[in-house]
């Protein structure tokens, strides 16, 4: 879990809000549905991850697994592993950051996860 948070996380004082959106999905059996998974999985760095990629066949693939992948998929910092252990107690299921600004955005539902993506994600990619 941490790796995950790690590679997720744009600031420290988010961490603890993205665990909480992995614990509580993990806790609705969800899938994590994570980009650094499947950048894991296709063992290399993008800076965007295309539709096409969530495909990979790999138990590191989030969209396509339920749970935990197997192992991690970096190093984790101290910040990600006090995350993992304490994460902030929320109602998240969703959130996304905008690469521009750093900043993240959370939502309880898929309607505002994609209002929120639709006004600060697609519409600010140029």
Same mark, same amino acid.
């Given at each position: 879990m941490s790796s995950i948070i790690e590679k997720e996380a744009t600031q420290n004082v988010d961490r603890k809000k993205i665990a909480s959106v992995f614990y509580n999905r993990l806790e609705e059996n969800m899938r994590l549905q994570t980009d650094p998974t499947v950048l894991y999985a296709l063992g290399k760095h /993008?800076?965007?991850? %295309?539709? !096409?990629?969530? /495909?990979?066949? !790999?138990?590191?693939?989030?969209?396509?697994?339920?749970?935990l992948p197997p192992g991690p998929i970096s190093n984790s910092g101290q910040s990600s592993m006090?995350?993992?252990?304490?994460?902030? /107690?929320?109602? +998240? %299921?969703? +959130?996304?950051?905008?690469t521009k600004s750093g900043k993240v955005y959370f939502s309880k539902t898929l309607e505002e996860h994609n209002r929120l993506k639709e006004e600060h994600i697609t519409n600010n990619q140029e």
């Open positions: /993008k800076d965007r991850t %295309l539709y !096409s990629d969530l /495909k990979v066949d !790999s138990p590191y693939n989030t969209y396509r697994v339920n749970g006090e995350a993992a252990l304490y994460p902030e /107690k929320t109602d +998240f %299921l969703y +959130f996304l950051a905008n």
